[in-house]
């Protein structure tokens, strides 16, 4: 047996992305022991794949190698070296064929991904083609030296010459945007999405990768001022996310003014955790046959996020947004969507048949989420002025205060809310807590412009702490006299004062690195603002 010897081999995530047909995505180099059929690394076993059914594990091992021949081929270093070389070879395996017909197909996305300004290499009559995009033409056509346009030439041709050695493994097309490889099709036209987050995305989804201390640290990141609340979400959702069928599953709703973070709470674990997610407008529900959003096109929508998969589908989020609004609905329809409501919450199977789905979806392993404002909870009744109904602001309280108050004032009753096992309230955001978002949080509008600019002008956004406070000040004593509150105000204002700033880099668009500086006469005057 070799199983005394050291052995390295790569480590592949493996992704079915149609019936019997896989992508190989490389994850990481591991050290262990080989029998020619299993690699043992660490206490975990994957197939190094033999058989077919080897290809529908979630990881395999494969070109595997001992230390010494390594060390033959590279020197030093051999095993550094050995997984750099394979990092970014891609593999498709093919089982549709039948038993014995397997085919597969590599692309080394690393010769190419440098490449930043063609936009796709394709195979036209089996003849290699770049197609340049207006940025690569622009580069060729400004090129003044013959021998600076000579080498510009001469490394597209490398790189033809590189995707024609793939085009015979089988494939077709590769699409670059910004430099990084986002599709790939064979020649049977499959398509895969290769997107370098989103494979990170994907190693982050898979179950052996996300931890509670992960889930929060990313989470806490990214949504402010609602800390015990977070810390409450992730433990909710962690838990769902390791249950086993038959284990009870947290529900969790989220009550509080509009943009508080309740939507974006929802968003952010979905994109950690890596679950198909869909948001439902309580409001527009109907039972199915009346014209409206039903709860099974709604599950048809949350099927496709997760690639068909029922069995995904129904480990996914699903969020009923604007809860407080079903008493908005038409009376006819009112209570065979409170029922079918009922049905969900509880844990129920609905069979789902449409022009282009047939399947049943349960719902008793779905993480089930909800938010809404529930306005009459929030604002004390005022009992002076003839008419008078609503007073001024009150505490949202604790969680069973809050369950109280939705049944108090009969949103939902008993047996409904009962259904639902974590409340929390999102109290509206103070003046401190929106500065802090804007400059620390991962997730808001300023923070998104400011890692846009930065890649695809190479223009760096700087807000001066005078900005951020005009800003402020300009959404809570606004021209028209109403005051704005909630980040989605907020985000919504960035949107308009950057509105000239980002028409400016896009019309003066070069490689050349720049800085945009906003400060308050940017606030005052969206025309007023530095960039040099």
């Known amino acids: 047996m070799a199983d005394n010897i050291p052995y390295y081999g790569i480590k592949y995530k493996v992704v079915e992305y149609d019936k019997d047909k896989f992508v190989l995505i490389p994850d990481s180099l591991v050290k262990g022991y080989s029998d020619m059929i299993v690699f043992r690394s660490q206490g975990e076993a994957y197939p190094i794949p033999v058989n077919d059914d080897d290809y529908r594990n979630p990881y395999i091992v494969m070109n595997v190698r001992a230390l010494d021949e390594l060390e033959m081929i590279y020197e030093m270093d051999g095993d550094e070296k050995f997984y750099e ?6 593999t498709f395996v093919d089982l549709s064929g039948g038993k014995g017909n397997r085919t597969s197909s590599e692309i080394n996305l690393g010769v190419l991904k440098k490449q930043g300004k063609v936009a796709t290499y394709v195979m036209d009559e089996a003849i290699p083609s770049a197609l340049l995009n207006e940025k690569a033409l622009n580069e060729l056509l400004e090129v003044k030296d013959q021998k600076e346009l000579k080498l510009l030439i001469e490394r597209y041709k490398k790189d033809l010459n590189s995707f024609s050695n793939f085009s015979k493994k089988g494939v077709s097309k590769v699409t670059f945007v910004d430099g990084k490889p986002r599709s790939i099709e064979t020649d049977r036209r499959t398509m895969i999405a290769y997107d370098k987050v989103k494979i990170e995305e994907a190693k982050i989804a898979s179950r052996k990768d996300v931890s509670y201390q992960g889930f929060r640290k990313y989470m806490l990141e990214r949504i402010f001022s609602h800390d015990e609340e977070i810390e409450r979400v992730v433990l909710a959702l962690y838990m769902n996310y390791t249950a086993e069928k038959g284990d009870s599953m ?5 009550v509080g003014p509009t943009g508080t973070g309740k939507t974006e709470t929802v968003e952010c674990a979905a994109n950690y955790l890596g679950l198909p997610y869909v948001s439902v407008n309580t409001a527009n529900l109907v039972p199915q046959g009346i014209r409206g959003v039903c709860m099974e096109e709604a599950f048809c929508s949350l099927l496709e996020r997760a690639n068909k998969d029922v069995a995904l589908a129904q480990r996914g989020i699903f969020f009923l947004d604007e809860f407080d609004k079903l008493n908005d609905l038409k009376l006819d329809i ?4 409170r029922h079918i409501l009922l049905t969900y919450m509880q844990g129920g199977v609905f069979p789902v048949a449409t022009e282009h789905y047939h399947f049943t979806f349960e719902t008793a392993m779905l993480n089930k989420m909800y938010a809404g404002v529930f306005e009459r909870i929030q604002n ?10 609503i007073g001024k602001k009150i505490p949202l309280g604790t969680s069973e205060e809050i369950r109280q108050k939705i049944l108090d004032e009969g949103y939902y009753t008993e ?3 009962s259904r639902i096992r974590v409340i929390l309230g999102y109290e509206e955001l103070t003046r401190e807590a929106k500065k802090d978002i804007l400059l620390h949080s991962k997730s808001n509008e300023l923070a998104n412009r400011i890692n846009r600019y930065k890649r695809q002008f190479n223009v760096s956004l700087v807000p001066e702490d005078s900005f951020i406070d005009a800003l ?4 809570e004593h606004p021209k028209s006299g109403k005051k704005k509150t909630g980040m989605r105000n907020v985000n919504n204002e960035i949107e308009e004062l950057l509105t000239y700033a980002e028409r400016t880099i896009c019309d003066e668009e070069s490689s050349k690195p720049k800085t945009l500086v906003l400060t308050r006469d940017t606030v005052e005057d969206p025309r007023k603002f530095d960039l040099y």
Do not use: Y
């Open 85 to 90: 070389d394979n990092k970014d070879t891609i």
């Open 250 to 254: 947290k529900s969790i709703l989220l």
């Open 334 to 337: 009112k209570e065979p969507v």
């Open 380 to 389: 004390e009744k005022s009992t002076m002025g003839f008419g008078s109904q």
């Open 415 to 417: 047996e409904e809310l």
């Open 472 to 475: 402020l000040d300009l959404l």
